[in-house]
């Protein structure tokens, strides 16, 4: 019977709704999970660098997509070197809303207008303590799984 209460005990907590109040702080990327594809697999060390804000209903987040590092823009930066150095540079801040475990982000400003047309953006998300993930499913199938740790708590209000 002893062993059966702590495992009950554990799944009731990684099992329940997130709420806002328990992802409050800010946030870093420290594993990506690619379900298959080219870039397959845990990556640990390969991490790029990222924020991740969020307050009771706002969200700013900063990171650099894939697994290599910005390449440095030359004196003269052409617009090739200009694009491929911000092509991964991804940025947003806007709303959310956090409901039995979906995050959805309203971005009001973006580096990518496109971003800003008012659209939302859902995404399922689990938080257990200090490390929240991140799992999208694109439309080729492909799960991405992103692990952020907490790096701040924000003040309770």
């Known amino acids: 019977m002893k062993a059966i209460v702590p495992t009950t005990v554990l799944l009731a907590i ?3 709704p997130t709420s806002a109040q328990t992802v409050r702080g800010v946030w870093k990327p420290v594993e990506v999970v690619i379900s298959k594809g080219p870039n397959a697999g845990r990556h640990t060390t390969d991490v790029q660098p990222g924020l991740l804000f969020l307050t009771d209903s ?7 997509s894939g697994f290599a590092a910005r390449p440095h823009l030359s004196a003269q930066p052409t617009d090739s070197e200009r694009a491929r150095a911000f092509e991964s ?3 947003q801040a806007g709303t959310y809303q956090l409901k ?5 982000r ?5 580096k990518n207008p496109g971003v800003m047309v008012g ?6 998300m689990r938080a257990v ?3 929240i993930w991140f799992t999208v499913t694109a439309a080729d199938t ?5 692990k952020w740790v907490r790096v701040e708590r924000l003040p309770a209000r």
């Open 14 to 16: 990684v099992s329940a």
């Open 58 to 64: 706002h969200y700013s987040i900063m990171f650099v």
């Open 89 to 91: 540079f991804i940025a």
């Open 100 to 104: 039995d475990s979906i995050l959805t």
């Open 106 to 110: 309203t971005p009001t400003v973006a």
């Open 119 to 124: 659209q939302s953006y859902a995404t399922r």
């Open 129 to 131: 303590a200090d490390t």
């Open 142 to 146: 492909v799960e991405t799984r992103t």
